[in-house]
């Protein structure tokens, strides 16, 4: 076998060692020339990641932003191996989507004294329901959709996607995504939730409430009429459950769907909305867009409400192109802001990111997923994320990045709508 840096070497243990790139593209997968070339350039982190891209269901978009010289965005999209036909568990990559909807849902409610920050009062009516009546991570302790938001984007919160899940309903979102052109998504439940499919239908009654707790909107209990496509989707070998191993592979076929494309339709729809069809953004207003952004790539100790603390959030949490997940990474470049969402479940892991570097004139989008199972049992909590997907990820970030800082452009980009205010406690 051959002696290779550690991240590469790791993943051969895994998998009968080939030469370089043997196994070559996988069939019906969309791969460039360029990226295959800009991997292969890298063959102590890339080597056995090419040879064994299928069984790592390795997935990347490369986009590359130039500007025009009035600044307007040109995207140039490269694509690694990338097939929305081959599944992977989104886990957290639906809170994106999610969080626009639900700023969509109070821009279309339209009620005088109603925003992103009134207060949100969770009900219960159905079986696996819980209330919601105060949020001690609040300053004020008020629930509320934007409380929930920052949570989503700051650490990846799934309490505040599933209560934002209830505010939208099963059915308004799949047909809002659906009618945004978001064809390779299915959104169906709540997260880290044991519910029933029936349960995940149900939805919570909520109240938006004014600062005097005067009911300002009332959503009863809602059942969802959601028609589920039909899928086949199947993921390893075995799993556990209840303590027994099964040897087949684990259904996924109603669990949720979000292709990588789309995923990084929705991070573009966050940062440049203009750049899509009309009928394909969100209807949002440019300060909830502004608010999107800020939490997207605010670091957790930036945080004032919610308040996170070392050593559990530290600095790059949740940061994996480019850092990986390394409590004592340097924020190096200082001028660099990663806009970003993760998801990590099943032993898939997936970040989509935008990158600003403000001092070097630096931006482009960058998308990736892998499975990190090697074994192929699922629910047995053996995953190879800290072996094989942190150091894919943090490996695939800094050469994107270092190739871009290379890359000659004709007009420098103006950044300035990207610069945010911070909290900085």
């Known amino acids: 076998m051959l002696k290779i840096a550690a991240a590469c070497c790791l993943v051969a243990l895994f998998f009968c060692c080939r030469p370089g790139r043997q196994m070559g593209a996988t069939p019906g997968a969309r791969t460039d020339l360029f990226m295959e070339d800009l991997l292969a350039g890298q063959p102590d982190f890339f080597r056995e990641i090419l040879a064994h891209r299928q069984e790592l269901n390795i997935q990347v978009i490369y986009t590359q932003i ?89 650490v990846s919160d799934n309490d505040a996607y599933n209560r934002l899940y209830e505010f939208l309903g099963q059915e308004e979102i799949n047909k809002k995504l659906a009618e945004k052109g978001y064809l390779g998504t299915n959104i169906y439940h709540r997260l880290s939730l044991p519910l029933t499919m029936e349960e995940n239908r149900h939805t919570n009654p909520v109240r938006l409430t004014d600062s005097t707790a005067k009911t300002m909107y009332e959503q009863p209990e809602v059942v969802s009429k959601q028609h589920f496509v039909k899928r086949a989707d199947s993921v390893g070998k075995a799993y556990l459950q209840d303590g027994r191993l099964v040897n087949r592979p684990l259904d996924f076929s109603n669990k949720n769907r979000f292709s990588l494309e789309d995923m990084t339709k929705a991070l573009r729809a966050i940062l440049f909305p203009q750049s899509l069809q009309a009928s394909e953004r969100f209807n949002i207003s440019d300060e909830d ?27 790059t949490y949740c940061k994996f192109l480019y850092y990986g997940s390394d409590p004592k990474a340097e924020m190096n470049p200082a ?35 892998i499975y990190c199972n090697s074994d192929g049992v699922l629910n047995d909590d053996k995953y190879d994320y800290d072996t094989v997907g942190y150091p894919f990820m943090k490996q695939l970030g800094q050469l994107v990045y270092s190739y871009e800082k290379n890359r000659k452009r004709k007009f ?10 911070y909290d900085k406690r």
């Open 289 to 315: 867009y502004r608010f999107v952004r800020k939490y997207m790539s605010e670091f957790p100790g930036e945080s004032i409400s919610p308040e996170y603390s070392r050593p559990e959030y530290w600095d």
């Open 412 to 421: 420098k980009p103006d950044l300035s709508e990207f610069r945010m205010d």
């Open 335 to 369: 001028g660099l802001r990663v806009f970003n969402k993760v998801g990590d479940a099943y032993g898939f892991l997936t970040d989509v990111a935008y990158f600003a570097d403000f001092d070097n004139g630096i931006e482009f989008m960058l998308s990736a997923t």
């Open 66 to 154: 130039d500007r025009k010289a009035h600044n307007k965005p040109v995207f140039t999209p490269h694509y690694f191996n990338v097939d929305a036909r081959r599944y992977f568990y989104p886990a957290s990559m639906v809170k994106m989507p999610i969080a626009l909807l639900s700023l969509e849902k109070l821009h279309a409610l339209n009620l005088a004294g109603v925003d992103k920050n009134s207060p949100m009062i969770t009900g219960a009516a159905f079986s696996g329901q819980t209330m919601v009546l105060n949020d001690p991570t609040a300053v004020d302790g008020v629930p509320s959709v934007a409380q929930y938001i920052k949570k989503i984007f700051l």
